[in-house]
């Protein structure tokens, strides 16, 4: 079935630092969104990706559709302390036309200020 | 419109009582989703309603668990003879139509002990 992979699992870095995280799966999709999570808070949309290639902004943020529609990538550039949390990709499940997700197992941010 | 709302925000029970959690989504939206996620995961799908019909369930949803949306307006999600496995955070999420980027509520948070 549908799986998404997320790398790294987990990010410590200082205040200021660009962070970089992936999303890879085995099958295709035709769409990416990029979700972030605080603590006992609900996923909150960042970016959607709607094209191979696309390359979308959000602020600091980046994200970027592979070409091959098996990968997505998420940038944040000069993090700061409130970037920390759990970022998910998500992808639609193809198994029916209910527009449910599938989501990665999440990569978590910290930042040293 | 404050977003999607979910009551209560957590939840404690004894092993084998019955739990009921409720959920007001973005009120135009038709589309309405509930999600489970535990510790180190990814929000998996459970069930979703169009209006008031439930048109798809998780096999994660056992026979235990039960979904409604009476006049396609708020849901409830009730679970009966909790278990220590149901522990977890209970998500849902509204959109318009088949709009993968929907909103997600804040959670509510159950703990069976």
């Known amino acids: 079935g549908q799986q998404l992979n997320q790398s790294p699992q987990s990010m410590f870095i200082q205040e200021g630092e660009d962070v970089s995280m992936n999303c890879t799966s085995s099958s295709i999709f035709n769409t990416w969104l990029w979700y972030k999570q605080e603590p006992g808070e609900g996923p909150v949309l960042l970016i959607a990706?709607?094209?191979?290639?696309e390359l979308t902004s959000n602020g600091r943020l980046t994200a970027q559709f592979g070409i091959t529609r098996k990968d997505s990538f998420l940038n944040i550039s000069a993090s700061i302390p409130s970037d920390v949390g759990i970022y998910f990709c998500a992808g639609p499940d193809y198994s029916g036309n209910t527009g449910k997700l599938i989501f990665g197992q999440g990569t978590t941010l910290q930042v040293k200020p | 419109d404050t977003g999607v709302s979910q009551d209560p925000r957590h939840k404690i029970t004894k092993r084998g009582q019955n739990v009921t959690f409720r959920c007001d989504p973005i009120s135009e939206h038709n589309r309405l989703y509930w999600y489970r996620q535990t510790l180190g995961q990814g929000p998996e799908f459970l069930t979703y309603?169009?209006?008031?019909?439930?048109?798809?369930k998780s096999r994660l949803l056992s026979d235990r668990f039960s979904a409604e949306r009476p006049k396609g307006s708020f849901s409830t999600l009730e679970i009966q003879r909790t278990e220590q496995g149901d522990s977890a955070m209970y998500l849902c999420?509204?959109?318009?139509?088949?709009?993968?980027?929907?909103?997600f509520g804040s959670g509510t948070r159950l703990t069976v002990v």
């Open positions: 999420a509204s959109s318009a139509g088949q709009n993968y980027g929907y909103t």
């Open positions: 990706l709607y094209k191979a290639g």
């Open positions: 309603f169009q209006n008031e019909a439930q048109l798809e």
